[in-house]
Nanobody, 129 residues
Framework: QVQVAESGGGSVQSGGSLRLSCVFSVPDWEYRNYCMGWFRRAPGKEREAIAL?????????SDSVKGRFTISRDIGRNTLNLQLQMSSLKPEDTASYFC???????????????????WGQGIQVTVSS
């Protein structure tokens, strides 16, 4: 069973930076080939994919965060460490942020995201003006 532990988030002023982290423990021999990503849900809005990283290491971003956020991952022994470095934060970035992982799939991009099986519980990020 996949286990997930999230950390990071909090409150910051506009223009500031935050880092989110997520560790997946994956008892699957294909864990190195998982598609992984970050999503967010702002108050009154639907959840959106903001950054995905494919098994190849290729990262894609939504237009709303491109150039400001960076997704990265580290692969350990049956663990996947996923990070999201957020810079130049804006009040409109205020949301609950969720990490996600999906077993190997043919497609893994923000504009063509798979249905993810494994999710973090959510991390609150609040940006004040």
């Amino acid at each position: 069973q996949v286990q997930v532990a999230e950390s990071g988030g909090g409150s910051v002023q506009s223009g500031g930076s935050l880092r989110l982290s997520c560790v997946f423990s994956v008892p699957d021999w294909e864990y190195r080939n998982y598609c992984m990503g970050w999503f967010r849900r702002a108050p009154g809005k639907e959840r959106e994919a903001i950054a995905l990283i494919a098994q190849t290491g290729t990262a894609t971003y939504s237009d709303s965060v491109k150039g400001r956020f960076t997704i990265s991952r580290d692969i350990g022994r049956n663990t996947l460490n996923l990070q999201l470095q957020m810079s130049s934060l804006k009040p409109e970035d205020t949301a609950s942020y969720f990490c996600a992982a999906e077993p190997p799939t043919w497609y893994c991009a923000v504009n063509n995201a798979p249905v993810f099986d494994y999710w973090g519980q959510g991390i609150q990020v609040t940006v004040s003006s």
